[in-house]
């Protein structure tokens, strides 16, 4: 059984940061459950796009409220509370935080916690398989 807390996470390197947003990386890659678990902020103000090319992603918005577009040209959805986006054919888009977001972010196949967004908005492929005997 894993049990982790978000303060456990804070400050760690499961704790990422870019210019308009923080994920805090509950579960990784390295824990073997085929997905990872993320808590992320993005900040008020920030646009943020984005494109993973080789994972599907499922968002879950707790707090604030902002807007998704898909590239290039639309349609634009309403982000609040209560809604939940799945990039499921690897959309490209772009996520408007108008207030602070919190969302909470689901990968498949899971990331190692060490990718940053390449050119293209995405995340490189996996390397390798998980090894659930490397746990942190």
């Known amino acids: 059984m894993i049990v982790r807390t978000l303060d456990e996470i ?3 390197d499961s704790d990422v940061s870019a210019a308009t947003w923080r994920s805090r990386r ?3 890659a390295r824990d073997g459950m085929g997905f990872s678990l ?3 902020i ?3 103000g920030g646009q943020t796009e984005m494109q993973y090319l080789h994972h599907l992603e499922a968002v879950y918005c707790v707090a604030g409220e902002g807007e998704l577009r898909l590239l290039p040209d639309g349609p634009v ?3 609040s509370p209560g809604t939940m986006y799945a990039l499921d054919s690897h959309e490209h888009h772009v ?3 108008k207030t602070e977001l919190r969302m909470v972010c689901v990968f ?3 990331v ?4 940053v967004h390449g050119p293209d908005g995405a995340y490189p492929a996996p390397d390798e398989p998980c090894d659930r005997t490397d746990r942190a």
Not at 112 to 115: H, L, P, Q, V
């Open 42 to 44: 993005l900040h008020a």
């Open 26 to 28: 509950l579960l990784l």
């Open 77 to 79: 959805w309403p982000i």
């Open 112 to 115: 190692t916690g060490r990718e």
């Open 108 to 110: 498949n196949p899971p």
């Open 38 to 40: 993320h808590d992320t």
């Open 95 to 97: 996520l408007h935080a």
């Open 10 to 12: 804070c400050d760690t």
